[in-house]
């Protein structure tokens, strides 16, 4: 069975700060998905980034950076020069090839709160 | 292009009634999901919908059911509310054109925030 584990409950930091989000995740399949997808108070699940099982590079779009390891099991998010509109729960998200359909298993989240 | 939109966006029932949620995917996006979230549970899958049929189920009583018409919209029910049935419930679209659709993101719609009183 798919898990994603999502061990920070909360981070708190002061802006520009820089912070990382861990993401632990387990399946037997061979290939499969991971997403990370950010929540802010209003509810709204805003997808953030994409990657396969299969394509290992990791990747920096602004203040974002993901760092894949099949090694470890690990998909981890950074956020550079955290800002206060970073504050959001966040979260992990896998979804296996086989089994079909197109079911997330999501972690708990982590709650990011970012103070001036 | 227009997001996912659900509606309504806050609903307060009682014990023992029935509720419909509705939801919009993306034009062109023919896979609908549906989420429950809570504080306790987290986001759990509820039900995909494809082309009109249920394609996967997670692991819920028969209360909620759903169904998407030929539109691509979708509708969940849940009968005989319970109080623990109060969550926000996320309905994601995203296009697939059938299998293999789990490389493809989905998008989600702001939720409905249910209350059973």
């Known amino acids: 069975a798919q898990k994603v584990t999502q061990a920070q409950t909360e981070i708190s930091v002061v802006e520009k700060e820089d912070v990382t989000l861990d993401c632990v995740y387990e399946t037997r399949d061979t290939t499969y998905y991971l997403f990370w997808y950010k929540q802010p108070p209003s509810g709204e699940l805003v997808f953030l980034i994409r990657?396969?099982?299969?394509?290992?590079q990791n990747e920096i779009s602004g203040r974002y950076s993901w760092n894949f390891q099949k090694s470890t099991s690990s998909f981890n998010f950074t956020i550079t020069a955290s800002q206060v509109v970073d504050s959001a729960v966040y979260f992990c998200a896998l979804s296996e090839e086989a089994g079909g359909g197109n079911k997330l298993t999501f972690g708990t989240g982590t709650q990011l709160k970012v103070e001036l | 292009k227009a997001g996912v939109t659900q509606t309504p966006r806050y609903l307060i029932k009682t014990r023992g009634q029935q509720v419909t949620l509705s939801c919009s995917p993306i034009s062109g996006h023919r896979s609908v999901s549906w989420y429950q979230q809570t504080p306790g549970q987290g986001l759990q899958f509820l039900f995909e919908y494809f082309s009109e049929t249920q394609r996967n189920k997670g692991n819920f009583p028969g209360r909620f059911s759903g169904r998407q018409f030929s539109n691509s919209r979708s509708e969940m029910n849940v009968s005989t509310l319970e109080l623990g049935d109060s969550a926000l419930y996320l309905c994601a679209s995203k296009r697939t054109t059938g299998t293999g659709g789990q490389r493809e993101t989905q998008y989600f719609g702001p939720g409905t925030r249910l209350l059973v009183l």
């Open positions: 990657r396969n099982s299969f394509d290992e």
